[in-house]
């Protein structure tokens, strides 16, 4: 069974960066692909950005160009870089699955974005 522990979020300015830390945990689980998500208040859970076994990557056009997504196979993590941030960034913050959630959601990281 896998466990997701998100970290890394906290209060920050509009124009401000942040670097979001996933770590996975589980017998035998490494991580090879993996997403993003994150779900502002009243609002969906949406998917942000993912990374692929090949090391590609997707994102979601509202943070396209200010968010990257990276891995650390030997650490069994996955990161997020945001710059940029804006208030409408504001929301917890998730992994999971690079499609879908493909396992139990872990607590999320709160990230709020001060105008």
């Known amino acids: 069974q896998v466990q997701l522990r998100e970290g890394g979020g906290g209060l920050v300015q509009a124009g401000g960066s942040l670097r979001l830390a996933c770590l996975a945990s589980?017998?035998?689980?490494?991580?090879?692909?993996m997403g993003w998500y994150r779900q502002a208040p009243g609002k969906e859970r949406e998917r942000v950005a993912a990374i692929f076994g090949d090391g590609s990557t997707t994102y979601a056009d509202s943070v396209r160009g200010r968010f990257t997504i990276s891995k650390d196979g030997a650490r069994n993590a996955v990161y997020l870089q945001m710059d940029s941030l804006k208030p409408e960034d504001t929301a917890l913050y998730y992994c999971?699955?690079?499609?879908?959630?493909?396992?139990?959601w872990g607590p999320g990281t709160q990230v709020t974005v001060s105008s």
């Open positions: 999971n699955g690079p499609m879908f959630p493909d396992y139990d």
């Open positions: 589980g017998s035998m689980y490494r991580v090879h692909a």
